[in-house]
């Protein structure tokens, strides 16, 4: 399993996501990516975690493993491509990335959240 973070520049100082307690996957972690590195970084990706990146439909189509999208808040997602895909949509609670804190609880909610819909 692939998770890919779109656009870790966001997270303030020492905030950062801890480890997946699962076997055999790969983490990457990107400052910011958009349109076409996106699109090149994210196509093996079963999980795109996006902090303030929107997607389209032209990114989602690419990335063709994609099983998860994580976002922060209301971040534009396509929905609608989302599903006609059948890649889950969560969206976690926003965030203010001034904040450390409210940084690192959103960053053990993505977590969590791929632990939960992965497993098995």
């Known amino acids: 399993m692939k998770v890919v973070v779109v656009d870790a520049a ?3 100082g020492a905030v950062d996501f801890p ?3 699962m076997d055999r996957f790969g983490w990457e972690q990107y400052p910011q990516l958009e349109g076409e590195a996106l699109r090149e970084r994210c196509w093996r990706a079963d999980v795109v975690v996006s902090l303030a990146t ?3 439909a032209a990114d989602l189509e690419a ?3 994609l099983r998860l999208v994580l976002v922060a808040g209301e971040l534009p997602v396509d ?3 989302a599903a006609a895909r059948g890649i889950e949509l969560v969206r976690l609670a926003g965030v203010d990335w001034a904040r450390p804190d409210q940084a690192a ?6 977590v ?3 632990e939960a819909r992965l497993r098995g």
């Open 79 to 81: 929905d609608e491509a």
């Open 63 to 65: 990335m063709f493993k």
């Open 105 to 110: 609880v959103f960053c053990r909610d993505v």
């Open 54 to 56: 929107p997607l389209t």
């Open 10 to 12: 966001h997270l303030p």
């Open 19 to 21: 480890m997946l307690d």
């Open 112 to 114: 969590q959240a791929i």
